[in-house]
């Protein structure tokens, strides 16, 4: 089997060549972190985001959307928390000159402790067979003992330690655990000091009047600030939610992942405003509904997880994370957060306005509590790329590089290619797809054999191929040639609307949920 690294590089290197992301300003060698999404990726993220956009705002009567600025008012930010709290703690490396987040520094440490009592276990599993009984192998193992002691103590002292501030004392780990510079070996380390990770820039003309901005770090306050607006604009009762998908903003110290965590990024948000309260419930129902949102595509439910926070934001009661087994792992994919009413309080206290709704109901004002889904737009475009990127053996001992996208987001939903190049074959062709594209994208293709555009189409994602041949002049059929079968069926001109409808709407993938 291909190791983690090699899957993680192809899928780069494929995102590339097919068109899908480039490094931005590659002319210059790139800026560090920030992405650009080329012609088929463009697609491909526009189809994940109209998904998310359907199934929370067109599928909820109570729920409508929003498109708020990125540039907010920079006390916004005060109230939120971010001025203050949004901060990662970064330590330097004095030889190599490298940054590292001091957190991940540690955690990755505990970690490998984590790992070598795995390998124990794992070891012991093997030797002994069906008559293993873990429990009481971890509880009686010395060795086993000792490492998960160790990797507790390590973690239970972090979580102290940065919940204290105390960053003197996240450094004296660092130095008890000899930790190394994990690319150089160097243990020659910086203090460790804490790293706002908001973008900040200028609004106005002159440096002297110029007002200190913030690029949003979440597209979640832009909800907030208006929940009234529209409360009130669109006579909204709650519960309602409010829906945004937007650019957000974070001067990451370590981003090194790809798409997985970049410094300009997209979010797909959804805040529900509830009675105080009724915030558990809510929590639940989202947690469940949000996973069957994401189990809709078929990406496999085994590789799916929920964690839970035990550990909770300044603003939470309740948090969980929708974990995906990305290809160097699982890792957060979206968060769901019960915000107390936190936020809009924060709001209220900093701007001197009421943020309240009468409720006819209870006849009372309240603040509403709200419950936050948030997912990454590109970190979901990670895992349906990298999960649908495969290569198979055929029959004939070839092999083929395929990307399974799910129909409904693949950028292209089909490609129609004469068998040859002339005979009237690229007219017939060209007739399909005046048809076609009204309503599906689809694309022309007559370049090398017809073989090898299957082979290029698979390798974009294009669920179906329409081959027209000297057979198509006499009765008006095509063959349809089906992806991930590579089944080829002859059928009427008049049925492939029909055909490809049926794989790729939104609807019928909706209603999986
Ligand atoms: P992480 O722990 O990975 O830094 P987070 O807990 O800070 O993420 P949230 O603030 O909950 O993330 O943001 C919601 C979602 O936004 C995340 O689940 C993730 O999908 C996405 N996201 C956050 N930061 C980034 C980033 N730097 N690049 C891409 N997507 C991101």
């Known amino acids: 089997m291909a190791k983690q690294e090699d899957i993680f ?24 972190a920030v992405y650009d999404y080329a012609q088929n990726g463009v697609e491909l993220k526009k189809n994940i985001r109209e998904y998310w956009w359907k199934s929370m705002v067109q599928m909820n009567e109570n729920i409508v959307g929003l498109d708020a600025a990125i540039l907010m008012h920079p006390t916004t930010w005060k109230a939120s928390g971010h001025v203050d709290a949004f901060n990662d703690p970064l330590i330097d490396n004095k030889d190599s000159k490298k940054r590292y987040r001091a957190d991940v520094l540690v955690e990755d440490h505990a970690e490998k402790i984590h790992q070598k009592a795995q390998k124990e276990i794992d070891k012991a599993k093997a030797r002994f067979g069906d008559a293993f009984n873990e429990q009481e192998f971890v509880t009686t193992n010395a060795r086993v003992i000792e490492y998960l002691a160790k990797e507790k103590e390590i973690r239970e002292r972090l979580g102290r330690s940065l919940g204290n501030g105390d960053l003197a004392d996240v450094k004296a780990l660092i130095e008890e655990l000899e930790i190394a510079d994990p690319e150089t070996g160097s243990k020659n380390w910086t203090e460790v000091k804490q ?69 300009e990024f997209e979010q797909m948000e959804m805040q529900f405003f509830v009675r105080p309260g009724e915030e558990m419930k809510s929590y639940e129902y ?49 968060g769901i957060h019960s915000r107390t ?40 475009f990670l895992a349906v790329f990298a999960t649908s990127l495969k290569e198979e053996t055929l029959e004939d001992g070839s092999t083929r590089t395929v990307l399974k996208l799910p129909a409904v987001l693949a950028p292209t939903k089909a490609a129609v290619l004469p068998l040859v190049k002339k005979d009237g074959l690229p007219e017939v062709s060209r007739k399909i797809i005046e048809d076609l594209k009204w309503d599906f994208n689809v694309a022309y293709d007559e370049k090398d054999a017809v ?63």
């Not at 006579?235 to 957000?248: L, S």
């Not at 002859?490 to 993938?509: A, D, F, P, Q, Y």
Request: net charge neutral; with cysteine; proline share 3%.
């Open 286 to 334: 989202w947690k469940e509904t949000r996973l069957k949102w994401h189990l809709s595509l078929g990406l496999g439910k085994e590789n799916y997880r929920f964690h839970d926070h035990e550990k909770l934001a300044h603003y939470a009661n309740a948090a969980a994370d929708i974990e995906f087994n990305f290809p160097f792992g699982f890792k957060e994919l979206e």
């Open 195 to 263: 790293f706002n990770l908001m973008f900040g820039t200028k609004l106005g003309a002159s440096a002297e009047n110029a007002m200190d901005l913030y690029l949003r770090p979440e597209t979640a306050q832009g909800i907030f600030v208006n929940f009234l607006n529209v409360q009130k604009s669109g006579r909204m009762k709650v519960p309602f939610g409010i829906a945004q998908t937007g650019k957000a903003f974070r001067n990451e110290i370590v981003a090194r992942q790809f798409i997985f965590r970049m410094r």
């Open 451 to 513: 073989g090898r555009r299957y082979r290029r189409q698979d390798a974009l994602g294009t669920p179906f191929c329409i081959t027209v041949d000297h057979q198509t002049l006499e009765d008006e059929t095509v063959t349809i040639r089906h992806r991930d079968t590579m089944k080829q069926d002859r059928v009427k001109i008049t049925e492939l609307r029909g055909i490809i409808e049926n794989e790729v709407s939104m609807k019928n993938w909706l209603m999986k949920m």
């Open 9 to 32: 590089k192809n899928v780069v290197s494929h995102a590339k060549e097919y068109g899908f992301i480039f490094p931005s300003s590659e002319v210059y060698d790139g800026l560090s």
């Open 341 to 380: 009413d936190f936020d809009l309080k924060a709001h209220e206290e900093y701007s001197g306005r009421k943020l309240q709704y009468f409720d006819p109901e209870l006849n009372e004002n309240y603040v509403p509590y709200v419950v936050e889904t948030s997912v990454g737009l590109d970190r979901m």
